[in-house]
């Protein structure tokens, strides 16, 4: 039992998808730790350093785990409450890690030495690691006796822990195999006769493990998902990570943070086999698996799975179609336990080189059933004529779905890598994108005709975000355009000019892409500004615009504002925060959806430009001035002493002083507050909804007084007031408490389109 354990555990580490790019740029991505490192990172358990690296092979001291097992434990909320006062001779209450040594300490996690001290920053052994982890798991003296060390590290290769590492037991160990060993820890059993409970320490961290499930489908495979869902046979979960990917069609358990998001997947041990579909006939069918071919009965009520859903063989053999792929299981017994039918693999991706009619039968020189066909472009819901130039596509002939992108990304071709002559992938302004095809790597490679490095260009992006294509820059209006976010001065660290010193904007396109450009001057006095990118020499040369301004009444149902069109490619940027010249911070923008407006008319003051195409009255991009109101955030004045303003948000207080302004607020007021870079920019009261006595229900997304309902903002704060203090409150439990002297504050009056931001009532 303890081998087949270790041989699962391993898979757990070693078999997860690869990812393109390392979360540090220190930690390689064939490294046996890598995974673990991200995963912990995930799980909230290790960091890493500002500067993007983690350190792998550096030393973790005994206060440094101090805090690693505590949080592991749980416990991490008990540290505050711990700081200020030690166990230990040799560390200061004031020492940054105290609280979390004397909640190990007191846990029995991590001990002192018999002299009364613990040597907080002496580097971790590897003996000292096992022991701790060992602890986390639940395993005590009386369990493994005094024998120590030596009982210890028994234990640990006994359970699969230190597989593939080799310390002596006083070797310090380093941050990389720490991670590696934690990791295969989480998701062990803790020891049933020991002081735990018998469950997985991951879950002591406020983590949860599913029942055993089956992956049905991801966005890589049912484009009808969301990119970050995941259909199961337990109902649809978010994803945080990739790490569900690899799965699809298995049998696992899923790690589960407290939104319900899937953090890591356990796989349970399955016998199974992927077969290519032949013929159907009765209840036998013929498959080929690989060069052999063979065929298997079914009963009609065999379980098998089609399209994300239960059905038997009976229901799906008329859907049954020569070369589709079968995954199909086996129970330990080796009878049949199911099986899941794939579609098969998407065409293309191909480049689309002019606008679509709705007439044709074959796109790019894939030929398509144009009858019945289902076009989903970009996520949305459209037709054949809706496809453009430059748009790239895939089809699905078994489903007889088109998928269309319109994803570009413009910007200064900086460098190949690895090398022009064997490209993979290249730096655009900053940013590094993967190439999907051959037709990328010929036009950015080291092949006649192909672009050159400082070359301003369009990469026109698949369904993955990898270049299917590119083209010359100017094709696409929306990545032709920025906002300027901020400047800086850098000195170059590339080989080819070390030390020289250049001027960077970072900016953010019309398609919502934060880019860095190298730039001619100092432009950080036109931080907020829309500008239109130029290029000479591989700089980046804003050209400043006119701003052009709309107004009029926003009609979603008919995608107008005023007598102008938005289409599924319109790009709407919401420019929320421009920062005075002796303000230190960037202007921050956030791509939005016409969905994200609540206001029903907009007016010239809330569009900062407007770029529209006189040809079809289409708007192709606009920038609106904090229309979503997301610049502010809202809570409750608590205290006001001079120019002092203590302000309760999300149920944290926190002081503000103001020596440039003094603002018309009082003490229990509910107000909007603009905090830029820790500090307070600007203060302003809430509308107050009169007459609230009323209330007949409320929601996550509503609240009814009277005859009205009036809209709650997302994120929307709830106060319970009592004994002089506010407390905030979940809404969804506001049905247990009875509601005296209830207040509704938003952040403009709701016939404007206002949201309610905050609610107070006493209790």
Do not use: C
Not at 82 to 98: C, F, H
């Amino acid at each position: 039992m303890i081998k087949k354990f270790v041989t699962l555990l391993l898979a757990i580490t070693l078999i997860l998808p690869s990812y393109a790019i390392s979360a540090f740029d220190d930690v390689p991505l064939d490294a046996p730790y890598a995974k673990s490192v991200e995963r912990l990172v995930q799980y909230g358990i290790f960091s890493g350093n500002p500067d993007g690296t983690f350190e792998p092979h550096a030393s973790l001291t005994r206060a440094q785990m101090a805090k690693i097992s505590t949080i592991v434990f749980g416990l991490d909320s008990l540290a505050a409450a711990n700081y200020g006062t030690s166990l230990y001779s040799d560390i200061d209450g004031s020492y940054w890690a105290s609280g979390y040594v004397n909640v190990a300490a007191k846990n029995n996690l991590i001990l002192g030495y018999p002299n009364g001290t613990y040597a907080p920053e002496k580097p971790l052994t590897f003996a000292e690691t096992v022991t701790i982890i060992l602890r986390l798991l639940g395993y005590t003296p009386d369990k493994l006796g005094d024998n120590w060390p030596w009982a210890y590290t028994a234990k640990a290769v006994e359970l699969g822990l230190t597989e593939g590492l080799d310390y002596g037991e006083n070797s310090p160990i380093n941050r990389g195999d720490v991670a590696l060993m934690l990791d295969r820890a989480l998701l062990m059993d803790m020891d049933k006769e020991g002081s735990q409970p018998a469950k997985k320490l991951i879950e002591l961290m406020g983590y949860t493990l599913t029942d055993e499930l089956i992956v049905l489908g991801t966005s890589n495979v049912n484009k009808n998902l969301l990119y970050d869902e995941v259909s199961t046979t337990a109902g649809t979960f978010k994803k945080l990570n990739s790490s569900v990917d690899n799965y699809v069609t298995r049998k696992v358990k899923l790690v589960l943070n407290e939104d319900s998001k899937i953090v890591n997947v356990l796989p349970m041990e399955q016998v199974g086999k992927d077969i290519v579909i032949q013929t159907v006939v009765g209840v036998e069918l013929a498959y080929t698996e690989g060069e052999k071919a063979g065929s298997m009965k079914f009963d009609n009520t065999s379980v098998i799975y089609y399209q994300g859903m239960k059905k038997t063989f009976q229901e799906v053999k008329s859907n049954m179609q020569i070369g589709m792929t079968m995954s199909v299981y086996y129970s330990e017994n080796g009878a049949y336990d199911y099986a899941v039918i794939k579609d098969f693999e998407m065409q293309g991706p191909v480049t689309v080189r002019s606008s679509l009619t709705g007439t044709e039968s074959s796109v790019g020189g894939i030929s398509i059933q144009n009858s019945g066909i289902r076009v989903i472009k970009d996520g949305f819901e459209s037709s054949l004529s809706d496809i453009k130039a430059f748009d790239i596509i895939y089809y699905n002939p078994v489903s007889n779905i088109l998928y269309a992108y319109s994803d570009k990304v413009t910007g200064v071709y900086e460098k190949a890598l690895p090398s022009k002559a064997s490209v993979s992938s290249i730096q655009l302004s900053g940013k590094t994108y993967n190439l999907e095809t051959q037709a990328a790597v010929k036009a950015l490679g080291e092949y006649p005709g192909a672009y050159s490095i400082n070359d301003y260009v369009t990469l026109l992006l698949g369904k993955d975000g990898e270049v299917a294509d590119v083209i010359r820059a100017g094709t696409d209006i929306a990545a032709d355009y920025g906002i300027i976010l901020s400047s800086q001065e850098r000195v170059s660290e590339d080989k080819d000019d070390n030390g020289n010193t250049y001027h960077y904007v970072t900016t953010m396109s019309m398609t919502g892409l934060e880019q860095e450009f190298k730039t001619d001057a100092d432009y950080s006095n036109y931080r907020g500004r829309v500008v239109k990118y130029e290029f000479k020499d591989g700089f980046m040369i804003p050209k400043f615009i006119s701003p052009a301004k709309i107004s009029g009444t926003i009609d979603k149902t008919k995608g107008t504002i005023g007598n102008l069109w938005l289409t599924n490619e319109t790009k709407l940027i919401d420019l929320m925060h421009i920062p005075q010249k002796h303000e230190p911070e960037p202007a921050t923008a956030a791509a939005i959806t016409l969905s994200d407006i609540s206001a029903t008319s907009i007016t010239e003051g809330n569009v900062v430009h407007a770029e529209i195409d006189p040809k079809y009255g289409e708007i192709k991009f606009i920038v609106f001035s904090n229309i979503t109101m997301n610049k502010y955030q809202y809570g409750i004045v608590t205290d006001i002493q001079g120019s002092s303003y203590t302000l309760n948000i999300n149920g944290v207080s926190r002081n503000y002083s103001s020596s440039r302004t003094k603002y018309s607020v009082q003490a229990g007021q509910a107000v909007m507050a603009n905090i830029q870079n820790n500090s307070l920019r600007e203060l302003k009261t809430l509308y107050q909804i009169p007459n609230v006595s009323d209330v007949g229900s409320i929601d996550v997304q509503r609240i009814r007084v009277g005859k009205e309902n009036y809209k709650l903002a997302p994120d929307v704060s709830v106060y319970m007031y009592k004994d002089f203090k506010y407390y905030l409150v979940n809404i969804s439990d506001l049905s247990s408490y009875t509601l005296k002297n209830l207040k509704l504050y938003a952040d403009k009056a709701p016939s404007a389109g206002g949201l309610i931001r905050v609610i107070v009532f006493n209790n």
